[in-house]
């Protein structure tokens, strides 16, 4: 897709359809992305891009751990204080420039985005069964 404002309206259209369980996946995906591309613009020295990149992180984390109902299930704070860890994490990163620190930020996050994707894959499933039953 070539066409700007043809891509904005399928994204907003992805957005607007997506179930939460989708939409907590694509959070995930582009707090990979960024941190990745953080990565990346400080190992060729590229600060600006990667305070970018890191700040964009930054309020991703900060959207998670606000939207996260505490009272929700038992491992809700402690998903919580993860957020807050990372949080600081990335902050520290950044001021630092250290892209070891955004790695192991990375690392933690993967597993979460792989297990809430597998969530919400089952999620979807269990919806379109029952909807066939």
Known sequence: MTNP???AR???DTVNTAS???LL???YDRLVLDLTRAEEALGRGDREAA???LMHAQDIIIELRSSLKTDGWDGAAGLAEL??????QLIQANVRRDAAQVASCRALIEPLRDAWRAA???ASSLAAAARVA
């Open 83 to 88: 957020y807050g860890f990372l949080l600081t």
């Open 20 to 22: 939460p369980g989708q």
């Open 51 to 53: 305070a970018q990149q």
């Open 5 to 7: 404002s043809m891509r």
């Open 120 to 122: 919400a894959a089952e």
């Open 25 to 27: 996946v694509m959070l």
């Open 10 to 12: 399928y994204i907003a």
